[in-house]
Nanobody, 123 residues
Framework: QVQLVESGGGLVQAGGSLRLSCSAS????????MGWFRQATGKEREFVAA????????AYADSVKGRFTISRDNAKNTLYLQMNGLKPEDTAVYYC????????????????WGQGTQVTVSS
């Protein structure tokens, strides 16, 4: 069992940067692959990025590749999402998620979810 709490969201101008954090409870954080998803108003939840338990494997949605970086610090039980070059279309609630097994891009394959943090990018 793991509990996830996101932070770091906010309002930023287009072209700006934000760093999201996800703090995980429990002693087995390093056993989980982690992911970030987002959901804009009126749209379905979509994959953003994922990372393996060791951090050795990462995956990104094409829409964020080259602008966003996912990372983790297992000693601190924390997942990060560095977002640079933000665009208005990045506006959404961002969710941290965890699963046992390989990183995945399908939200149905994740077992644990945070409550989300709002990111708003103004033009």
């Amino acid at each position: 069992q793991v509990q996830l709490v996101e932070s770091g969201g906010g309002l930023v101008q287009a072209g700006g940067s934000l760093r999201l954090s996800c703090s995980a409870s429990g002693r087995t954080f390093s056993s989980y692959s982690m992911g970030w998803f987002r959901q804009a108003t009126g749209k379905e939840r979509e994959f953003v990025a994922a990372i393996s338990w060791s951090g050795g494997r990462t995956a990104y949605a094409d829409s964020v590749k080259g602008r966003f970086t996912i990372s983790r610090d297992n000693a601190k039980n924390t997942l990060y999402l560095q977002m640079n070059g933000l665009k208005p279309e990045d506006t959404a609630v961002y969710y941290c998620t965890a699963r046992i097994g390989a990183p995945a891009q399908d939200s149905d394959r994740y077992d644990y979810w945070g409550q989300g943090t709002q990111v708003t990018v103004s033009s």
